[in-house]
């Protein structure tokens, strides 16, 4: 399917490995110029000269951490510069660090906000004008299951994700009539770096080999596997395609099945 969305720019936050760079790698796909952006620069510059040479299409990478306004500037700055507008906003974050309440101060609670909500919100800030002025946008935040079914140990996430799962519902009814959509993608137990640190964490916490903490996730999960990242790539993909046109303000889940409510 050609989703409509050859020679959009789309700005792909944390998008040198795992969900981002597969997203990353979906759009690229569908003929989109990209802005990319993280912290490490290396790795940024590797995954775009990858994506270059694989889809031949424009790449502006940026090392900047986007849990400080310097960063989300700087970013922002190097979208305009190299492509005049941003179409297509994904937002995306590492996790914040697992571990019980009593276990996080307020620093770490003040940089999970930074990190996971004040980003989306400023990022949101910098491209929602373009976007309203001409008439056409999309938003995806990457969020975690977490927002529907809290993951036990893992309460930074879970109170800062679905923090931003309210901006964005409220911010999709707001920016409709402008032929924007907001939506969030909720992904379960996927295989990337950070979820193989969770596994590492888990097993250490419960005196069990990585293997078998990742069997106890995979028997929790209908599908009985954990996902890929391009499965997930390519659901972001869909919603920043002109056919999800009519889809806005959801949560779509990408888990295997792992979450049990009804809607």
Known sequence: MDLGIRGRVALVAASSKGLGRATAEALAAEGCALVLCARGADALHATADAIRAAHGVPVTAIAADVAEAAGVAAVLDAATAAHGRVDILVTNAGGPPSGPFEQHDDAAWEQA??????????????????????GWGRIVNVTSIAVKQP??????????????????????????????????????????????????????????????????????????????????????????????????GASIPVDGGWIRALV
Do not use: H
Request: net charge positive.
């Open 151 to 248: 993951v036990d140990g893992l309460i930074l996430s879970n109170a800062v994700r679905a923090a931003v799962t309210g901006f964005a519902r409220t911010l999709a009814n707001e920016v409709a009539p402008f032929g924007i959509t907001v939506n969030n993608v909720m992904p379960g137990y996927t295989r990337t770096q950070r979820v193989d640190e969770l596994a590492t964490r888990a097993a250490a916490a419960k005196g069990i080999d990585v293997a078998e903490a990742f069997a106890a996730w995979e028997r929790e999960i209908p599908m009985r596997r954990l996902g890929t990242p391009a499965e997930f790539g390519a659901m972001v993909a869909f919603l920043c395609s002109a056919q999800a046109s009519y889809t806005t």
């Open 113 to 134: 906000l930074r990190t996971n909500l004040r980003s989306v919100v400023a990022l949101v800030r910098g491209v929602l004008p373009g976007m309203r002025e001409r």
